[in-house]
């Protein structure tokens, strides 16, 4: 039988308490322009190239946290992107791992990966 489910990653939710906040706070991450709107109160879609991110502050509680990473970001330039990420009020948590990666939490304390690829 074949599956009418594909196997593509549409997106990954990410739990945060203020969505608005939030929203501006991934968006200046990834440098994108903060013109979304924030679907329901409570959702937005960041607009990424590839599978997505769905900002949900309804899902948002101290279990939900992401305490390892669930997804990684790619960067071409892994040291610029440590200093960005530092820069920004990421809270580096590893240093840059065999020059290829290293972890941070964003605000609401999620876990992410930031990869050289």
């Known amino acids: 039988m074949i599956s009418p489910i594909l196997n593509q990653i549409g997106a990954v939710f990410i739990p945060v308490k203020?969505?608005?906040k939030s929203k501006q706070w991934y968006c200046q991450l990834l440098g994108l322009p903060l013109d979304?709107?924030?679907?329901?109160?409570?959702?937005?879609v960041v607009p990424m190239q590839g599978p997505g991110i769905v900002l949900d502050s309804k899902i948002y509680t101290a279990e939900s946290v992401l305490n390892i990473p669930s997804f990684h970001l790619n960067t071409e330039d892994i040291d610029a992107a440590?200093?960005?990420?530092?820069?920004?009020?990421?809270e580096i948590?590893?240093?840059?791992?065999h020059d290829h990666w290293f972890n941070f939490k964003d605000p609401d304390g999620n876990v992410i990966m930031v990869c050289r690829c």
């Open 18 to 20: 203020d969505i608005e």
């Open 36 to 44: 979304g709107e924030v679907l329901f109160g409570h959702l937005y």
């Open 82 to 90: 440590y200093d960005y990420v530092k820069a920004n009020g990421g």
């Open 93 to 97: 948590l590893t240093d840059i791992e």
